[in-house]
């Protein structure tokens, strides 16, 4: 158990990472270094990601409630990438007791690199609701980038939600307010999949993990709060200051070896 302080930190974290999350993606970028430096030395990997897990699931469904709420995209839209995403998430947790994670980083850091490029040189990108394909297709390609980002998830996690949003809008033609809203149900389910698999394995800390969770479901309630009201062009800017720092937060691991 981490002393009254270094608790009250990583509750103030996971506040955070709740309400960036909700908007954007990227909670992890906050939560999993704060876990990394609270939680003693030797803390299992497994131990670690099934506490996140459990933090981040509350944050998720509170946010995807929420924007499930305001109808900013269809429940039918969700059902398919909402069931996918949880298959891929369950072979990921699979493989992350099996397969260190670290070579991902690298692969990790040129995909942000990539995207934060993308999106800058093309400003009027997720401005528009622009869908780009009929319904069925749109359905099957959203279901096929949720279960790809479902298995990274529960693999590995961070940026997840990043990804997802970016690619709802680069493929998809969503504007980045709907694309954020479909992310947040899909990454909800990677969550909770994960999560459940975790704990039913002993793989976290409840005695962390609780109150973090609450925090990061107010933190997810007041983030997707901000985001349905200030709309596409405010979501993009935050999409862009997020990505720039899980480029950073990735570099440095990379460059550190």
């Known amino acids: 158990m981490p002393s009254p302080l270094i608790l009250l930190l990583l509750i103030l974290a996971a506040l955070l990472a709740g309400f960036v999350d909700a908007i954007v993606g990227g909670g992890g970028l906050i939560t999993v270094p704060a876990l990394m430096l609270g939680l003693p030395v030797g803390t299992p ?14 944050g998720t469904t509170v ?26 998430a369950s072979a990921g947790v699979w493989l992350t007791y099996r397969v260190h994670a670290d070579f991902l980083r690298p692969l990790m850091l040129g995909l942000l690199v990539v995207m ?3 999106t800058l040189l093309k400003p009027a990108l997720g401005n528009i609701h622009a869908p780009r ?20 998830d529960g693999f590995f996690g961070p940026g997840t939600g990043s990804l997802l949003i970016f690619l709802f809008v680069a493929v998809l033609g969503f504007d980045f307010l709907r694309a954020s809203a479909l992310a947040k149900s899909v990454n909800w389910a990677s969550n909770a999949t994960a999560m459940v698999l ?9 005695s962390v993990a609780l109150g973090m969770a609450v925090a990061n479901g107010v933190g997810g309630y007041f983030g997707a709060k901000v985001a349905l009201e200030k709309g596409s062009r405010w979501v993009r800017i935050v999409f862009i200051a997020v990505v720039g720092a899980l480029i950073l937060r990735l570099g440095w691991q990379v460059w550190r070896g």
């Not at 990997?45 to 459990?54: C, D, R, Y």
């Not at 975790?198 to 409840?206: A, D, I, K, T, Y």
């Open 198 to 206: 975790f704990v039913s394995q002993g793989s976290w800390l409840p």
């Open 45 to 58: 990997l497994p131990t670690l990601l099934g506490t996140n897990k459990f933090v981040a699931a509350t």
């Open 63 to 88: 946010a995807a409630g929420k924007f499930l709420h305001s109808g900013a995209l269809s429940p039918r839209e969700m059902v398919g990438p909402v069931l996918a995403s949880a298959a891929g």
């Open 116 to 118: 934060l490029a993308f």
């Open 133 to 152: 394909f009929g319904l069925s297709h749109q359905r099957s390609l959203a279901a096929l980038i949720a279960c790809t980002l479902g298995f990274y």
